[in-house]
Each structure stands twice: as C-alpha cells, then as structure tokens.
C-alpha cells in the first residue's frame, strides 16, 4: 500500500508538471547585457507611452534606427518634423533609390508595382543635427521619437502602421534557432576552463539536467547538440529523372547559406539567387569564410550558426528528395539579422514571385518558403504594430507560397512573430491574423523529441498548430568544415596510423547531429513539398494563385494538426 500511495502521489507530481504553463517572459529579456547591434531593451516599466495603446511587452531593438513602409509623403513629411523638433534628421539608407529604380524597370502590372511599393521597408537612421543648439545632447531615444510620431499622425491607424521599430532577429538572443553551445568567448574557453572531452562531459560528469536549465541539455554533444556524425544509409533518390516534364517543387530556404555536400551539389540547387541582377539577401562574410564557418580567425571556432543552411537543405532534400532549392542568405553564421535586412530580402521574394508568375526568364515560382528566425514584438495584442513584417508574408501567401516557420526555442508562451501570425482560436475565437482564403496561411512547427514527446525547449501557444521531429537530427553538414576545436587525444602508432578521439569540429563526413525549432520546421516544409509533388504528378500544377492558392490550402487542410 505504501509503494501504491508513493505511486499515486508521482503520478499527481507529474501531472502537475506536465500542466504547468510555459513562462510567458523568454529568458533572454532577462538575462540580455551586451549590445548587438547597438540594441537596447524596451522596458515597459519606464518606456513612454501613448494614452489608449496596446500594453507593452519587454523587447530589444536597434537603438538609432526605424523602419518605413511606403514612402507615404505624410509618413516622410510628419518622421521628419518630430525628428527635427527633438534636433535630430533622417538619414535614409541609400538602396532605397536602387530598390525603387529596380521597382520601376520589373516587368509588373501596374497594380503589382503599386502593391510593392506600398510593401517596401526602408531603415532610416536617425542622426543629431550637423549644427546641435546645445553642446551637451541626449542620444536619441527611437521608441520615444515612434510615440511622438504616432500622436502626430492623429493616429491614423495605417500612418501609424508605416513606421516600426528596427528589432533584431537573430539566435544567439532570440534562439529562434538552432540549440547550440556557448561561444568560446562568452562560455567555457577552451584556454581558460575545461575543454569539453578533457573535463566534465555531460556524459561522463555533470548531468546538464541537474547542472543547468533542463531545456539546455540540448546544447551538449551526446544530448541533441551539434557534432559531427556518419551516416551509413543511401543520399535521397528522386522519382523524377531528368527527362521527366512534371514540375518540381521550389523550397525557398532564407537561412545561412547552402555550403559543400555531395547532396547539395546538383542543378536543382540554387545558390545566392538574384531577382534582375540583384541579389536576394546578403553576400557572404568572405570565401574563406564560407568554406570554413569561421569568423573569428583569432580563435577560429564555428560560429552559432555555422552549417545552419546546409544542415536544414537536406532535411528538406530527406524529405522531398524531387524539390528544387532556392539558397538565400538572410543572416551569416552568427545567427543575427536586422529586421530591416529580412524586411527588404521578403520583399525581394515577393518580386522574384511576381515575376515568376509573368513569365520572366529566371525566375521560377516558389512553392514553399522556410524561414527559421523570429523576435518578440513589443505590442502583440495589436497586429496593426507588426504591419512591416506581416505585409511581405501575407503578399507571398497571396501569390501561392507557404511560408513555414519554426516556433522558437525560449521555452516560452509568449507570441514570437513571424510564427504567431499563424491563424488561431483562443476559447473557439479567432485571435491574432485572420485567415483570408485568398491566400496561403503562416505554418508555425515546434520541435519533437524521438519519442514523440515535445521538446523542453520548444515554445508553444495555440499559433503552433505542427509538430515535427525537432531534436538529435541527423542531416547534411558542410564536408569543409574543420575548424580549431581537436579531439582530446592523438596519437600515431609504430605502423604509422592515426589513432584519435572524435573531433568535435571537424566535419569532413559531411553529417552531423543537431536540435532546434529551426530544424522542424524545414523538414515540415520539406514534406510539404512532396504532397505539392504529388499534385503536380496528377496534372494539377498551375502556378496560377487562382489555383494554387486553393491547392496549397487544400493539402494544408490535409494535415492533421496537433490536438487542442
């Protein structure tokens, strides 16, 4: 009876612990003390605030930057009177003119251009007046400059809408990404404390789930953290051969690039790609960098997000062997990313989609979109305050493209954007972005364990309708990558042969084991794409969003979605 009564009252502890709610606070809104990106954190608690708005939240955002939707001329004329009376000016980013005069030569009907221009962000950096009246001066304040602008428009809801907060969306805060160790910089450095395989392992040491926050066990070799691996199976064979006339799908991947893979190395696999000779997102570090994924040559570690790219294309070529991949470079291989550079590679996206849609040669109509990145909005219960990222996402939609994203790795209830702009229901209500059915809804994915279980470090709320293998995957890694981390010993015998430890670094077998949100979502995509596959196979494959759109929405529907 005693060992039935201890039984019981487990049995009551685990069910107590299973229905605990997520933190609603992420942890890097707690623990975040250095600048990147000379960001600052929006406290809600001594923020300015405008009688009548949505509560705040606590986020981050680049301290002299703000994002403008449009070009509206009472937009541009009333940000710069309020930035003039508190002695600053606006200095616009320069591409905006070459953004504009590639708008102006697109192949586009006059309301796609018109829809475009309305779409586009630029980043405006605000600056002191070249002559100050006073020779002391405060540093600007953007958040305090965004109020005084809203309460200039009148609050017109869509003037209000054009200008934004620059935020940062990156992993190494946000971890919308990957579940990767510490920096050796911000960590453990291998000159300074115990080098992973000498010291304590979390295999043979501390246990990570008595050490440290249960969900960071993940970021341990042995524990669903990256390390290179070998993989003894076939590559994914394709049913389709080159003579084949049936359309393939196109997976659009906005990552850190596609590295060196034999998997990875064929026509259907395209690299950098560019819309009328400009290229969509950011060119690469260096060559060398590329190669390697390293950075920092003075300590010559992987960064962050080293492979990221890679790793999640062959989780989409695993899972639609016959799909096309579109290789965009969002971010490098420190995982961060302005909200301005992803506002501006989105809308690049849309273009490419238009254009592929009028028949312009090199362009070629995206099926699916992978984007593996997210932040926290400082006014979510209001999605008109979100209007610069939701406008390019919902143009997409609209023009026959699935954007699928991960849910984010805080451990956290609190709506991430993109992943809440997913349609969902709170008590049998529709909350957050409506679902229009003229156009193909946000798919957010978090991540499952191999036993089926939710990942500890997934976050969730009703917007992540998918779940998806997300922790200790297996998947393509860049074959150049052998960066300064050793193996713990070496040694060459009398016959001349290397015997050796595993080199935590060295990537040469060209796999490797990883977890990470980021990575349930792409294989969600990726699966995607083969029922898109198979429509195409029965002669259903009009890029038409007439068509396409009904047709993607339909295989959507098609998927079972988690219990609510």
């Keep these: 009876?005693?060992?039935?009564?201890?039984?019981?009252?487990?049995?009551?502890?685990?069910?107590?612990?299973?229905?605990?709610?997520?933190?609603?606070?992420?942890?890097?809104?707690?623990?975040?003390?250095?600048?990147?990106?000379?960001?600052?954190?929006?406290?809600?608690?001594?923020?300015?605030?405008?009688?009548?708005?949505?509560?705040?939240?606590?986020?981050?955002?680049?301290?002299?930057?703000?994002?403008?939707?449009?070009?509206?001329?009472?937009?541009?004329?009333?940000?710069?009177?309020?930035?003039?009376?508190?002695?600053?000016?606006?200095?616009?980013?320069?591409?905006?003119?070459?953004?504009?005069?590639?708008?102006?030569?697109?192949?586009?009907?006059?309301?796609?251009?018109?829809?475009?221009?309305?779409?586009?962000?630029?980043?405006?950096?605000?600056?002191?007046?070249?002559?100050?009246?006073?020779?002391?001066?405060?540093?600007?304040?953007?958040?305090?400059?965004?109020?005084?602008?809203?309460?200039?428009?009148?609050?017109?809801?869509?003037r209000m809408a054009d200008v934004g907060l620059e935020h940062p969306t990156s992993t190494a805060d946000v971890k919308a990404n990957p579940m990767t160790g510490v920096h050796p910089m911000t960590g453990v450095h291998p000159m300074t404390g115990v080098h992973p395989m000498t010291g304590v392992h979390p295999m043979t040491g501390v246990h990570p789930m008595t050490g440290v926050h249960p969900a960071n066990n993940y970021v341990y070799p042995g524990w669903g953290g990256r390390q290179p691996v070998n993989w003894l199976g076939r590559a994914p064979q394709p049913t389709l051969d080159k003579s084949s006339t049936v359309r393939r799908?196109?997976?659009?991947?906005?990552?850190?690039?596609?590295?060196?893979?034999?998997?990875?190395?064929?026509?259907?696999?395209?690299?950098?790609?560019?819309?009328?000779?400009?290229?969509?997102?950011?060119?690469?570090?260096?060559?060398?960098?590329?190669?390697?994924?390293?950075?920092?040559?003075?300590?010559?570690?992987?960064?962050?997000?080293?492979?990221?790219?890679?790793?999640?294309?062959?989780?989409?070529?695993?899972?639609?062997?016959?799909?096309?991949?579109?290789?965009?470079?969002l971010f490098h291989d420190n995982g961060v990313v302005a909200e301005g550079e992803l506002l501006r590679t989105l809308n690049l996206m849309v273009l490419w989609q238009m254009l592929a849609l009028n028949g312009v040669k090199g362009c070629e109509p995206v099926d699916v979109l992978s984007l593996s990145l997210?932040?926290?909005h400082e006014q979510p219960e209001d999605v008109a305050f979100d209007a610069l990222l939701l406008g390019p996402l919902a143009a997409l939609g609209k023009l026959g493209v699935a954007v699928v994203v991960s849910a984010g790795n805080e451990s956290t209830s609190r709506p991430g954007y993109p992943a809440a702009f997913a349609p969902y229901e709170v008590n049998g209500a529709p909350a957050g972005v409506p679902d229009d059915t003229d156009r193909i809804p946000v798919s957010t994915v978090g991540a499952k364990n191999p036993d089926g279980t939710i990942a500890l470090f997934s976050n969730d709320g009703p917007w992540v309708k998918y779940l998806r293998p997300g922790a200790a995957l297996v998947s393509t890694f860049p074959i150049t990558y052998n960066a300064s981390a050793l193996p713990s010993n070496a040694v060459v015998t009398a016959n001349g042969?290397?015997?050796?430890?595993?080199?935590?670094?060295?990537?040469?077998?060209?796999?490797?084991?990883?977890?990470?949100?980021?990575?349930?979502?792409?294989?969600?995509a990726g699966q995607l794409a083969e029922l898109v596959l198979k429509r195409y196979k029965a002669?259903?494959?009009?890029?038409?969003?007439?068509?396409?759109?009904?047709?993607?929405r339909k295989v959507l529907a098609a998927i079972p979605v988690r219990p609510t």
Excluded at 539 to 552: E, F, H, I, Q
Aim: contains cysteine; charged residues 20%; glycine residues 8%.
């Design 1 to 158: 009876m005693a060992q039935q009564s201890s039984n019981s009252d487990s049995s009551a502890q685990q069910a107590a612990h299973v229905t605990q709610p997520l933190s609603p606070n992420p942890p890097y809104l707690r623990e975040f003390a250095e600048e990147i990106l000379n960001v600052r954190v929006l406290d809600p608690q001594t923020a300015y605030q405008i009688k009548g708005q949505p509560g705040l939240k606590p986020t981050v955002f680049v301290a002299d930057s703000l994002l403008v939707r449009g070009q509206h001329p009472d937009t541009l004329n009333t940000l710069e009177r309020v930035a003039g009376e508190a002695g600053f000016q606006l200095v616009w980013d320069p591409r905006i003119k070459q953004d504009q005069a590639l708008l102006n030569r697109a192949k586009l009907t006059d309301d796609q251009r018109s829809q475009l221009q309305d779409l586009w962000v630029a980043r405006v950096k605000i600056t002191p007046v070249e002559e100050p009246l006073e020779a002391v001066f405060k540093p600007i304040d953007t958040w305090r400059l965004l109020q005084a602008y809203r309460v200039a428009v009148g609050f017109d809801a869509e």
């Design 249 to 329: 799908p196109v997976v659009a991947i906005l990552d850190s690039g596609i590295g060196i893979h034999p998997w990875l190395m064929d026509k259907s696999i395209i690299r950098n790609p560019k819309v009328m000779g400009q290229l969509i997102g950011i060119p690469p570090v260096s060559i060398q960098a590329d190669l390697t994924g390293v950075m920092d040559k003075l300590v010559g570690n992987l960064e962050q997000d080293s492979g990221h790219g890679t790793f999640i294309a062959g989780l989409v070529r695993q899972a639609c062997p016959d799909a096309k991949l579109l290789g965009v470079r």
């Design 374 to 376: 997210g932040y926290f």
């Design 497 to 524: 042969e290397t015997r050796a430890g595993l080199d935590p670094d060295n990537f040469a077998a060209g796999f490797a084991v990883w977890s990470g949100t980021s990575f349930a979502a792409p294989f969600f």
């Design 539 to 552: 002669g259903d494959d009009s890029a038409d969003p007439v068509k396409s759109v009904p047709r993607l």
